[in-house]
C-alpha cells in the first residue's frame, strides 16, 4: 500500500474530525469526518476563512485559543464540559438529547514539522454519547436525592430531612438572634379511624391533611412528617404570637375539611403544640420538646386544640 493511500484511507475511516488552519486561520485541511457531519466536501471550504464556514465560531475566544497555542508551542484542550460545541455539526444519533448539535472535545495542535509553527491542527471528537449519558445521570440522581427528602405517601419532607432543615434554621435563629418556631400537630384519635375505615382510609386522611396544610403556609416554612400521625412546621422569623395564628389556622382548617371516603364522610381534628426559639434554648431537640410538651397538653385537655410553650404550657 502506498503512503498516499495509507493517508486517504485513514482519512476516510477515522472517527474524528481533523480541521487544519494556517496562521490567518483559512482552511488547508477537511478530512472525511467532517464532510460527512457538515455536509460540505473539502474542495467547497478549502481557502477560506474558518469563521466564514463556521459562522457561529466565538471568534475572540477561538483567536485567543489559537494565540496561546502558537505562542507557546503546547497543545489546548476544550472538553464538552466548558463548552458544549465549538462547531455547529448535527448530532447524528438516534436518541433525544438537549442539543441539536454534536457534542465535541477539541484538541488544538501547533504543526510545526521544521521547528516553526506554520499550521494549527484541530481534532474534533464526537463527545454527545457521553454528554448525554451523563446528563441522564445527574438528572437521576437529582431526582434521587429528591426523593430522599420526601415522604412517600404525604409528600411532605420525611423526618430526616426536616430535621436537618431544622438544625439550620437553629443555628441561623441562634446566630442573628432571629425569631423562629415550631408548629407539631398530631391527628386525635387515628388508631380509632383507621380500625373503624380501615388503614387505606387513614391514609388517605394523611394525605389529605397534608393537601389542607400546605396552603396555609410560607414558601419559607418547612412542613415535615414527624411521625406515624404526626406532622411538623418549622417557620423562620415568626415568633410565638405569628405561629399561634398559624396552628389555629391549621387545627380550623382540618375541623372544617369533611373528606370523603368510599362515599363515607370522614371528619379529623388535630392537637397542635407551637414552641419558640429562645436565647437560652441550647439544642433544636429543646426546641422539639417544648412543642411537644405543647402537644401533650394540647392531647390531654381535651384534642382539637393549640397549645404554646412559653415558660409553661397556655392552651388556647
Ligand atoms: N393509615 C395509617 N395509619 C398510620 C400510619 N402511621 C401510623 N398510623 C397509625 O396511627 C395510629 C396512631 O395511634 P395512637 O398513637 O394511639 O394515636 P391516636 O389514636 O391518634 O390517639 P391520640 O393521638 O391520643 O388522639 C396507630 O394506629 C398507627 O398504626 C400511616 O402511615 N397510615
Not at 485541511?29 to 469563521?51: D, K, M, P, T, Y
Request: glycine share 6%; net charge negative; charged share 25%.
Amino acid at each position: 500500500m502506498s503512503m498516499e493511500t495509507f493517508h486517504s484511507t485513514i482519512n476516510n475511516q477515522l472517527n474524528t474530525g481533523v480541521l487544519i488552519l494556517d496562521l490567518d486561520l483559512n482552511i488547508v485541511f477537511w478530512n472525511r469526518f467532517l464532510e460527512v457531519h457538515a455536509n460540505q466536501r473539502a474542495a467547497e471550504v478549502i481557502g477560506r476563512s474558518v469563521f466564514e464556514v463556521f459562522k457561529e465560531l466565538p471568534r475572540r475566544w477561538f483567536e485567543r485559543k489559537v494565540t496561546g497555542v502558537v505562542q507557546l508551542n503546547t497543545p489546548s484542550f476544550c472538553s464538552w464540559e466548558q463548552r458544549h460545541h465549538l462547531f455547529e455539526l448535527p448530532h447524528t444519533r438516534p436518541i433525544t438529547t438537549d442539543s441539536h448539535f454534536m457534542a465535541q472535545n477539541c484538541t488544538f495542535l501547533p504543526l510545526a514539522p521544521d521547528g516553526v509553527i506554520q499550521h494549527i491542527c484541530i481534532l474534533v471528537e464526537d463527545a454527545t454519547d457521553v454528554c448525554h449519558y451523563q446528563s441522564m445521570l445527574q438528572k437521576t440522581l437529582a431526582d434521587l436525592e429528591q426523593a430522599n427528602r420526601i415522604d412517600g405517601l404525604t409528600q411532605v419532607y420525611n423526618r430526616k430531612h426536616w430535621e436537618e432543615c431544622l438544625s439550620k434554621e437553629f443555628d441561623r435563629a441562634r446566630r442573628y438572634q432571629h425569631d423562629l418556631s415550631l408548629i407539631m400537630f398530631d391527628l386525635d384519635h387515628f388508631k380509632k379511624l383507621n380500625d373503624i375505615h380501615g388503614h387505606l382510609c387513614g391514609d388517605m386522611v394523611l394525605v389529605e391533611v397534608a393537601k389542607t396544610i400546605r396552603p396555609l403556609l410560607r414558601s419559607c416554612d418547612f412542613f415535615g412528617r414527624y411521625g406515624g400521625e404526626e406532622f411538623a412546621i418549622i417557620l423562620p422569623e415568626t415568633n410565638i404570637t405569628g405561629a399561634a395564628d398559624v396552628a389555629e389556622r391549621i387545627r380550623q382548617a382540618i375541623r372544617l375539611n369533611v373528606m370523603k371516603y368510599q362515599g363515607v364522610e370522614i371528619r379529623a381534628s388535630v392537637s397542635v403544640g407551637v414552641g419558640e426559639f429562645e436565647p437560652r434554648t441550647r439544642r433544636y431537640e429543646d426546641l422539639i420538646g417544648n412543642a411537644d410538651a405543647a402537644l401533650y397538653e394540647a392531647k390531654s385537655g381535651g384534642r382539637n386544640r393549640t397549645c404554646l410553650f412559653k415558660d409553661s404550657v397556655v392552651c388556647l
